[in-house]
């Protein structure tokens, strides 16, 4: 069974850097593409970021770009996204996902399979 569990979140002040991590186990996860989302209270789901399950092509929402960035660490089956310059506009619960067949391309639209239980980010201004 797919579990995935992040953590890293946490109140800061605008300006600042996070780093978000997920732990992820159950599987072989060589070949599943990345993703992380964002929600609001009263807010749809919203894409962040999401990696090919090789590492070579990544994927932004405007309002990140330039500011976070997502990784992966295969040997530790853990995908990360570093945010920096963080606004209070980025205040959310943030989830980590994964899904072995829908492309990081279509995650800006297709929700992934298997999900995390989210970290809290809030931005103070």
């Known amino acids: 069974q797919v579990r995935l569990v992040e953590s890293g979140g946490g109140l800061v002040q605008a300006g600042d850097s996070l780093r978000l991590s997920c732990a992820a186990s159950g599987r072989p996860f060589s070949t599943y593409n990345w993703a992380w989302f964002r929600q609001d209270p009263g807010k749809e789901r919203e894409f962040v970021a999401s990696?090919?399950?090789?590492?070579?092509?990544?994927y932004y929402e405007d309002s990140v770009k330039g500011r976070f960035t997502i990784s992966k660490d295969d040997a530790k089956d853990t995908v990360y996204l570093q945010m920096n310059n963080l606004k209070p506009e980025d205040t959310a619960v943030y989830y980590c996902?994964?899904?072995?067949?829908?492309?990081?391309?279509?995650?800006?639209?297709?929700?992934?399979?298997?999900w995390g239980q989210g970290t809290q980010v809030t931005v103070s201004s």
């Open positions: 990696m090919t399950w090789s590492g070579s092509n990544t």
């Open positions: 996902a994964t899904d072995p067949i829908t492309s990081a391309q279509a995650m800006v639209r297709i929700l992934p399979h298997y």
